[in-house]
């Protein structure tokens, strides 16, 4: 197996920033593969694949209501982190949130040579960007101590510290995603001071918007790398043609390769 130097990586990948680039907005030109709107929603669903932030604050107050920086109903899922008056964390999924009433507990376990047990709660309501303790006719809110047949205390000891959001995958739905394929002529031997054609046949495209030609790092019969490069010729919907250039004076081998962006 052969692999891209450090110079063929950082070509590689300067070529697909290029073709990913947006549209110009003003003229409409395809500068790139999709639109500035498109491209921004796609970046939005991939950072969401980690979570986005929504809220952050280990030292928020144990009561009253957070505030999250974008509204719940854009997101499929939220993770509440939250912390007790111990300083004790945990946290709950919640699909389909906004709207919900959501239930927010721990049990904490004192640092005594008999211990006692605590169980806190409080329930919490999602409404758009808020997420704020429920209230019926009282706030749900209270700790109970497990031990001795202990009665509830309405205390207010639970309170979130982040909010996560994740979004929907089927975002990605309408976005018209361009169709990526790669090819490889496998190792060929070219003669010293030549240029030759080097054709691709190619499949699954009704339009071509980019391609990127490009040498694996190994070359092979004693030739300089740096003698032999590879351009673009021509190309259609199915094939390509990229003309190869030995410029040293010894036959070297190598294995010539394409990227095809386009339309499926």
Request: charged content about 15%.
């Amino acid at each position: 197996m052969a692999y891209l130097d450090n110079a063929g990586l950082a070509y590689f990948f300067g070529k697909l920033k290029a073709i990913f680039a947006t549209k110009d907005v003003a003229t409409t030109s395809a500068a790139g593969l999709m639109s500035a709107t498109d491209k921004a929603k796609i970046d939005s669903i991939i950072a969401s694949g980690i979570g986005v932030l929504l809220f952050n604050n280990d030292n928020n107050s144990l009561s009253g209501a957070i505030t999250l920086s974008e509204t719940a109903a854009n997101f499929v899922c939220l993770t509440i982190c939250y912390k007790t008056n111990d300083d004790e964390y945990a946290s709950v999924d919640v699909y389909n949130p906004n709207g919900k009433l959501v239930n927010l507990s721990a049990v904490g376990i004192t640092d005594t040579s008999t211990p006692d047990m605590y169980l806190k709660s409080k329930t919490v309501q999602i409404n758009g960007t808020s997420i704020d303790t429920y209230k019926g006719s009282y706030y749900k809110t209270a700790q109970l101590r497990l031990t001795n047949n202990s009665t509830p205390t309405r205390v207010d000891y639970v309170g979130i510290t982040q909010v996560i959001g994740y979004r929907d995958p089927s975002e990605f739905d309408g976005l018209g995603m361009p169709a990526m394929k790669h090819y490889s002529k496998g190792s060929t031997s070219y003669a010293a001071n030549s240029a030759y054609y080097a054709d691709f046949t190619i499949s699954g495209f009704s339009s071509i918007t980019a391609v990127i030609p490009y040498f694996e790092s190994s070359v092979t019969n004693g030739g300089a790398p740096g003698n032999l490069s590879i351009s673009l010729n021509s190309y259609t919907t199915t094939s390509v043609r990229c003309l190869v250039h030995n410029a040293g004076s010894s036959a070297v081998s190598a294995n010539p390769h394409i990227v095809v962006f386009g339309t499926p």
